[in-house]
């Protein structure tokens, strides 16, 4: 197997959570649902394809993209996901099991919450999900109305670094960040064919007291061949994100070299940014497939041959529709391997004003010519502008 770049099948088994159901149609009625079996006559029912090149499409595929949409206009908006980010012409999006709300301009809220879906310590209730229907869970849509969620918090979409802040140390008592020396992970990089240790030793803070002057970083790069078990070395490279003249810095792990983030959005694997968040190139930041591996100690990450994709994580949202006890899916119910809507119903505030949304199924209807009937990711929602 080549330890370097992640097998085909491991990469599938992984993404069993993002992209299950197949991209074919099922006959088994018990492990999937109906895109649309029951519609209410005031909302607007719409199938969007949001399978974003189908399950293990590689990160060059131009299909691998979220499918954006507008609320008042109905449409979907064409655009590329980096030019989504600074773009207010979009509400909501989807890619295969994912949806985000547009951080610019829209905040959501989970308003139903089905709670008869679930036991007492948040397991799917398989009996539940099976005798749900669109039409058997509509009075919960109906029952929304603007007065109604009056006093409901809604909540923006905000960007979650993998590393998150297992790198430093914050101490309330004096409000100082200093680097964990103890942790160190394992980075694969942005073109998936190496990966390196890295390590936090120093963090300078600026006078400010509010953002870093430096980061002093050891990584340790693999130096096997490549498909060969992983060998590290036990001495790192230092590099030094001097934010003196600038907030952001991007690394190359591979030329160990600092490179412009703007004009490498495929190469830069590690992004630094003064104000204590450390970026992977994809994911948020970039078009490549960086990916970490949760903290651990130099002696358990140097003593790895190999990394398996589901160690790995990515840069993500983390939002209403994303987080895991607002999601609005559940999988393998009934022993199968399909995704099922909890028909939870969720308000989205707009520029234009607010919505309530819910998804019907996970899964192109058979009326559907393309894609083919039963595609995974083909998305049936229904929404009506509150």
């Not at 830069?268 to 190139?281: G, H, K, Y």
Request: charge should be negative; include cysteine; hydrophobic fraction near 40%.
């Amino acid at each position: 197997m080549n330890k370097q770049i992640l097998s085909s099948a491991i990469l599938a088994a992984s993404l069993a959570l993002t992209a299950c159901g197949g991209d074919s149609s099922s006959s088994n009625t018990t492990d999937e649902q109906g895109p649309s079996d029951g519609g209410i006559p005031t909302a607007t029912q719409l199938v969007i394809d949001a399978s974003a090149g189908g399950s293990g499409a590689s990160d060059s595929d131009p299909e691998n993209k979220f499918s954006y949409f507008n609320f008042a206009s109905g449409t979907v908006v064409e655009l590329q996901d980096s030019e989504a980010e600074a773009s207010n012409a979009w509400d909501i999006a989807f890619k295969r099991n994912k949806i985000i709300v547009n951080a610019n301009t829209a905040k959501a809220a989970l308003v139903a919450s089905q709670d008869d879906f679930y036991d007492e310590a948040g397991k799917a209730i398989n009996t539940s999900f099976i005798n749900a229907t669109a039409a058997s869970e509509a009075q919960s849509f109906i029952d929304i109305t603007t007065e109604g969620i009056s006093e409901v918090e809604f909540k923006a979409d905000a960007a979650k670094p993998a590393l998150g802040s297992d790198w430093y140390i914050y101490n309330p008592q004096n409000h100082s960040v200093s680097a964990n020396t103890d942790n160190f992970f394992l980075l694969q990089n942005a073109e998936q064919d190496n990966v390196s240790i890295f390590t936090v030793k120093n963090i300078t803070t600026a006078t400010s007291g509010r953002a870093a002057a430096s980061y002093t970083v050891e990584l340790f790069n693999n130096e096997a061949s490549q498909g060969e078990d992983f060998i590290f070395p036990q001495a790192g490279i230092e590099f030094v994100a001097d934010f003196t003249s600038k907030n952001q810095i991007c690394y190359d792990l591979d030329t160990q070299a600092e490179l412009d983030c703007a004009s490498n959005e495929g190469t830069w694997d590690v992004r630094f940014d003064a104000s204590f968040e450390i970026w992977l190139n994809g994911g948020i930041h970039g078009n490549g497939a960086a990916a970490t591996t949760a903290a651990a100690s130099f002696a358990d990450i140097s003593a790895k041959t190999e990394v398996l994709s589901y160690e790995l994580a990515r840069d993500t949202m983390s939002g209403t529709f994303t987080d895991s006890d607002s999601t609005w899916w559940a999988y393998g119910i009934n022993g199968g391997h399909n995704i099922w809507s909890n028909f939870r119903v969720y308000a989205v505030d707009t520029a234009d004003g607010q919505y309530k949304l819910r998804i019907l199924s996970y899964y192109a209807p058979q009326t559907s010519t393309t894609p083919a009937p039963g595609t995974s990711g083909v998305i049936t929602v229904e929404f009506e502008k509150l």
